[in-house]
């Protein structure tokens, strides 16, 4: 029980390190970036924090995966590591994925020494697109390989996520304290402008991605309530409506409301923002709560895989 749950924590912090990157990243392009060497430094120690959970996370991960191909207790993979690395599909990705991290890693030692310009911001945004698809390919959907549709189309599913709650996570517990502490109302309202567009966007691409991987992964529409794999999937499908509904409601009223605040010269407090504030936490409950689901149901074995 308990190596079940190291191995579901593991597995939460790789997909939550992956969209606190992703979401830094896209930060730094276009949603928002730094405005003082204070924010600079700031996002220096995120990155580095995001880069050390996703290591930790990884080895959990490879410490499992050897665990579960050698048929021994977790404890006792040491010997086995060795021989998954060298001789397994999820071994070869495995190193893929740790020659990407020394990519990222090497461009965060880069901007930490005084790199700066577009191109650290596309390496780690390879870097992560990378990671993105070789995380898909070890899972479900990568059965059949890499570069199947399945697995391309799951890979698009989880940068959508990742796109959408790493940017919630940001901007509730990073980006809007920091403008809120500045008294910067043009920055708030452009900010959260940019987000909403963001999160829309994001969305869409995990509604259609999705879809098509309930569809690919049921088999049969019975399945969603006859089987324990579609009853955790319509736990992550309500979860993630209540994130569409905190979403929505941001976007067509307290986004309107915080553009008219900031356009208003005789404004008095900063209520539509503080609103708009524990929303966005709330949402970002939701989205870990969702990375929960989504572990526990690739963990599990989909019907049309039981079918075959």
Not at 21 to 47: H, K, N, T
């Amino acid at each position: 029980m308990i190596f079940d749950s190291i191995s579901i924590i593991g597995a939460v912090l790789d997909y939550a390190s992956l969209a606190f990157i992703l979401a830094l990243v896209l930060a730094g392009m276009w949603l928002a970036p730094a405005e003082s060497s204070a924010d600079v430094i700031q996002r220096r120690y995120l990155l580095l924090t995001a880069l050390i959970i996703s290591a930790l996370s990884a080895i959990i991960d490879l410490i499992f995966r050897s665990a579960a191909l050698a048929d021994v207790p977790p404890l006792e993979t040491m010997e086995f590591i060795p021989k998954v690395l060298d001789q397994s599909d999820f071994g070869f990705f495995w190193l893929l994925r740790a020659v990407t991290w020394l990519a990222m890693a090497s461009i965060l030692a880069w901007i930490w020494f005084g790199g700066r310009g577009i191109f650290p911001c596309v390496v780690l945004l390879t870097g992560t697109l990378v990671t993105a698809l070789l995380i898909s390919g070890t899972s479900h959907a990568g059965d059949n390989g890499i570069w199947t549709v399945e697995n391309l189309i799951n890979w698009l599913h989880l940068l959508g996520i990742a796109a959408w709650g790493g940017a919630v996570l940001l901007y509730a517990f990073v980006i809007l304290p920091g403008l809120t502490q500045q008294t910067n109302p043009l920055q708030i309202a452009a900010t959260v402008s940019r987000l909403s567009s963001l999160a829309t966007g994001a969305l869409g691409v995990v509604i259609i991605t999705g879809v098509f991987n309930s569809w690919r992964q049921l088999g049969e529409i019975s399945n969603l309530w006859n089987s324990d794999y579609g009853q955790m999937l319509l736990i992550k499908l309500a979860l993630v409506s209540i994130m569409m509904t905190i979403g929505a409601l941001n976007r067509f009223y307290f986004v309107p409301q915080i553009e008219l605040w900031h356009k208003d010269k005789n404004r008095q407090g900063t209520k539509p923002v503080q609103i708009f504030h524990r929303l966005l936490r709330v949402d970002s409950i939701v989205f870990i709560t969702i990375l929960i689901a989504a572990v526990i149901l690739g963990m599990q074995s989909p019907p049309s895989h039981d079918a075959m």
